[in-house]
């Protein structure tokens, strides 16, 4: 059971290139959001999905983009990366039935 | 202002001690809250969840105060593997989960 994949793990950019974070679950997960993590500004959420097909936006969305096109897919789509989109970046998932999310390993992006 | 404040610490501790963490939330609305552990260059991990009657996983309590808005987690007997992030978070309207900056802890032997 591979749980959350995120791929890549490591990524680096340059400014104005855009690129997918990818995340997949094998869980049959409802649940899935997106997150970034700076240094003292913890977890803030970006998006997240209730379903296929249905997304919302969380705290930080401007700058990416989410499709949730299948219950196990929810890649995250930054158009033009900006230095400030420099974080670590998780995708989690849980079922209607736990309380608990499960956290992929992230992908450190670098945008220089 | 973010949604759920905590101290970012860092929290130094000697081995054996017992120490309290607090976590304080805006909207009162918010549905369900939960503990995570973070270590380092790692991704969260459920800890515990929180409850209005408090709840209790071997050292650890997790203490939910609804009227305050603020939940508490205490950790005795504390450990070496211990040391690690703790993150408070809340669950509210379509299962939007948000964290706290997260709170720092170094055990010390």
């Known amino acids: 059971n591979a749980g959350v994949t995120q791929t890549p793990k490591f990524q680096v950019l340059k400014t104005g290139q855009s690129m997918t974070l990818q995340c997949a679950q094998d869980m049959n997960h409802e649940y899935m959001s997106w997150y970034r993590q700076d240094p003292g500004m913890g977890l803030r959420l970006i998006h997240y999905s209730v379903g296929a097909g249905i997304t919302d936006q969380g705290e930080v969305p401007n700058g990416y983009n989410v499709s949730r096109s299948t219950t196990e897919d929810f890649p995250l789509r930054l158009l033009s990366a900006a230095p400030s989109q420099t974080s670590v970046y998780f995708c989690a998932s849980r079922s209607i039935q736990a309380y608990g999310y499960t956290f992929g390993s992230g992908t450190r992006l670098t945008v220089v | 202002r973010k949604e759920v404040e905590q101290d970012p610490g860092p929290f130094n501790v000697p081995e054996g001690a017992t120490v309290a963490f607090n976590c304080t939330y805006s909207?009162?609305?918010?549905?369900?809250f939960f503990w995570y552990r973070q270590d380092c260059r790692k991704e969260p991990k459920l800890l515990m969840s929180v409850y209005s009657s408090g709840n209790e996983d071997g050292r650890f309590t997790a203490q939910l105060n609804r009227a305050s808005q603020y939940i508490s987690l205490l950790i005795r007997d504390s450990k070496l593997s211990d040391s690690a992030t703790y993150l408070c978070s809340k669950i509210q309207g379509a299962q939007k989960l948000v964290f706290g900056q997260g709170t720092r802890l170094t055990i010390n032997p």
């Open positions: 909207n009162s609305a918010s549905q369900s």
